[in-house]
């Protein structure tokens, strides 16, 4: 069964500083993986996927991410963060059959510091 | 774009009485959705997987008589909550497959209080 692992529970950043956020996933193929944001008491917005092709995945509010096969990563990016982003992020993977299953790893809590 | 209303988005019940969230997808047809619960602080996690006109497929040590399941049409799956308590206060998100560029839409979770 596919995993994954967020290693942060909590990162705090400056405004304006970069940003990346871990995610290692489990899987014998290559998954289908996603990055989603929550804000507090709401349901999940997505960020960005990866399915195939290019690894450096450009997605919404300023977000990249890249699939490293070799180290089974999926890390999150962004250049310059905002007081905005700060809520919960969620990585997930999906897997073709299964039921077409999503599994999210822990989160990571982002606090933006002006 | 795709959405997902799930109602209500909040609900307080009494211990011992049965609560129905709704999860609609408006603009699309939605075979396949998900039932999450959500604990504070914690992440989703996969209660049951509903598909339209047949039963729901729900994750090991989910208990699907209390927590049952209906997808009787390609845009509504309901989660019921029988006999409720306070331990099964929660976050629950509901999810559809299609619509969205990413495959997956999800509805605005429901806040259940158990009193």
């Known amino acids: 069964a596919q995993s994954v692992t967020q290693p942060d529970i909590h990162i705090t950043v400056s405004e304006g500083a970069s940003l990346e956020l871990r995610c290692n996933y489990s899987?014998?193929?290559?998954?289908?993986l996603f990055w989603y944001v929550q804000s507090p008491g709401q349901g999940l917005q997505l960020l960005l996927k990866?399915?195939?092709?290019?690894?450096l995945v450009q997605g919404i509010k300023g977000f990249e991410a890249e699939f490293k096969r070799s180290q089974s990563s999926f890390n999150l990016r962004k250049p310059s963060v905002h007081w905005s982003d700060a809520a919960e992020y969620f990585c997930?993977?999906?897997?073709?059959?299964?039921?077409?299953?999503?599994?999210f790893g822990t989160g990571t809590q982002l606090k933006v510091e002006l | 774009g795709a959405v997902v209303s799930q109602h209500p988005s909040r609900v307080i019940c009494k211990s011992g009485t049965s609560v129905k969230i709704e999860c609609r997808s408006l603009?699309?047809?939605?075979?396949?959705m998900f039932w999450y619960r959500q604990f504070p602080k914690q992440s989703l996690m996969l209660m049951a997987t509903?598909?339209?006109?047949?039963?729901?497929?729900?994750e090991q040590g989910v208990e699907k008589d209390k927590f049952l399941i209906n997808h009787a049409s390609l845009t509504l799956s309901t989660l019921t909550v029988t006999s409720a308590h306070p331990e099964d206060s929660s976050f629950y998100i509901c999810?559809?497959?299609?619509?969205?560029?990413?495959?997956?839409?999800f509805g605005s979770g429901t806040r259940l209080t158990v009193v």
């Open positions: 990866y399915f195939s092709g290019d690894t």
């Open positions: 509903s598909n339209e006109g047949s039963k729901a497929t729900y």
């Open positions: 997930a993977v999906g897997v073709t059959g299964g039921g077409n299953k999503l599994t």
């Open positions: 999810s559809a497959r299609g619509g969205g560029p990413g495959g997956y839409t």
């Open positions: 603009d699309f047809q939605a075979t396949t």
């Open positions: 899987y014998g193929a290559t998954p289908y």
